[in-house]
Each structure stands twice: as structure tokens, then as C-alpha cells.
Nanobody, 116 residues
Framework: QVQLVESGGGSVQAGGSLRLSCVASGSIFGINAMGWYRQVPGKQRELVATITSSGNTNYSDSVKGRFTISRDNPKKTVYLQMNSLKPEDTAVYYC??????????WGQGTQVTVSS
């Protein structure tokens, strides 16, 4: 079984920064893509950023230039550096880790609240 532990969420003022971390552990054969998604009440979970095993990244238009996704393969960790945060970034952020052979795994979510 694979478990994901998220950390780094919290409350900040607009313009502030946060760094989210997600560490995978357990029975891991190999990690493919990693990503961050977010969800607000009444809305569908949406993609924030993804990073492939080779380091290729993809960002939603709303966070381009402000957020940076990165990964540390030996540590089995994916990060999301969030700068210039806006109130509309407020959401529960979920880490996702995809395995080469197996299902995708999701973290339990971490709350990010940005006040104006």
C-alpha cells in the first residue's frame, strides 16, 4: 500500500508564499507522474500542476508564473512552491502520485487559505 503525506498548507495574506510537500511511502515499484490538484466547495477538483518522471511540467493558466512544481525522486517527494498567492487560490490542495504499474494515489489534502 502507498501512502502520501502532505504538509505545508496554512493561511497567508494575499501576495504571500507557501510551499507544499508530498512524500510517498510504502510498497512502491516506480513513480510515473506527480501532480497537484485543488478543490473548493461546490466545484470539481482541478489540475494545478503536473510533472513527469523526466521533469516535464504543466501548469494551469491561472497559476503560471506564480507556482512551481518540482520533484525529488530519491526522496519520493513532490513540491509546489506557491508565490504571489491570491484569494482565489484558496482551496484544499491534493497531491497525486501515479505509478507505472498500479493505480494513482491521492493525498488527504491540505488547506490553503489566502486572505485579502
Amino acid at each position: 500500500q502507498v501512502q502520501l503525506v502532505e504538509s505545508g498548507g496554512g493561511s497567508v495574506q494575499a501576495g504571500g508564499s507557501l510551499r507544499l510537500s508530498c512524500v510517498a511511502s510504502g510498497s512502491i515499484f516506480g513513480i510515473n507522474a506527480m501532480g497537484w490538484y485543488r478543490q473548493v466547495p461546490g466545484k470539481q477538483r482541478e489540475l494545478v500542476a503536473t510533472i513527469t518522471s523526466s521533469g516535464n511540467t504543466n501548469y494551469s493558466d491561472s497559476v503560471k508564473g506564480r507556482f512551481t512544481i518540482s520533484r525529488d525522486n530519491p526522496k519520493k517527494t513532490v513540491y509546489l512552491q506557491m508565490n504571489s498567492l491570491k484569494p482565489e487560490d484558496t482551496a484544499v490542495y491534493y497531491c497525486k502520485v501515479g505509478m507505472f504499474y498500479g493505480r494513482d494515489y491521492w493525498g488527504q489534502g491540505t488547506q490553503v487559505t489566502v486572505s485579502s
